[in-house]
């Protein structure tokens, strides 16, 4: 059975270098997302919203994997891709020690051949086996072009991205643009698993010339 890896062939984009921000095209592509927000008072780490948003998250995807293997024409296997999130605010301005009014979606990029008959038919597998849920209910397949972005790895805690976001920043200044849309955070690391030192979150901004 052949296996996809596209890790490897989208590795533009998702091993970037820490040394020095790049600027870069990224193209349309699907994902399983969810949404939500932030409980006020509450972080990523302790919100029960983003928790079941997690597990319904990942539910689906790796349902979707075991499909794609076992289905009887042309099965494919791939390797999972890695866990994204848009961050933003509804007013105001995002702040990252900030994160009781957060609003979020997080998803995982599907191949492709990931169809949405395949994902209704994951869904109701998820649902039969875990019973219903209202993360459940939020999960979706939608195509997302962010288009041109600046990106660079960020090594350590994620509370010291500020010092990042602002080379980023100071590239697109020195550079005629300007960064627009929302907080991206590709997750290479688990804060569960590894030290803070050594967590490794590649950050992307879109942006657009300067006028």
Do not use: C
């Not at 919203?49 to 597990?55: H, I, T």
């Not at 024409?73 to 900030?98: A, R, S």
């Not at 972005?149 to 602002?166: D, F, K």
């Not at 960064?179 to 490794?200: F, S, T, V």
Request: aromatic letters at 10%; hydrophobic letters at 40%.
């Amino acid at each position: 059975m052949p296996k996809m890896d596209l890790r490897k062939e989208l590795k533009y984009l998702y091993a970037p270098s820490a040394r020095q921000v790049a600027l870069v095209d990224v193209p349309e592509f699907q994902f399983a997302q969810i949404d939500g927000a932030i409980e006020p008072g509450q972080a990523p780490g302790t919100s029960p919203a983003f928790e079941q948003a997690m597990s319904a998250l990942y539910g689906i995807t790796y349902t979707l994997k075991f499909m794609s293997k076992q289905r009887a024409d042309n099965p494919l296997d791939y390797t999972v891709m890695t866990l994204e999130g848009l961050w933003w605010v509804e007013e105001g301005e995002f702040n990252i020690t900030q994160p009781g009014n957060w609003r979020w979606t997080v998803m995982i990029l599907q191949p492709d051949h990931i169809t949405p008959a395949m994902f209704a038919e994951g869904l109701a597998q998820l649902r039969k086996k875990r019973g219903d849920s209202p993360a459940l209910d939020k999960l979706r397949l939608a195509r997302f072009h962010e288009g041109l972005a600046l990106q660079i790895m960020h090594i350590g805690p994620y509370a010291n991205e500020p010092a990042t976001i602002a080379r980023m920043d100071a590239f697109a200044q020195e550079n005629g643009y300007r960064m627009i849309g929302k907080h991206h955070e590709i997750y290479l690391g688990d804060p569960r698993n590894a030290a803070p030192e050594k967590l490794k979150t590649i950050l992307r901004h879109p942006v657009a010339l300067r006028s």
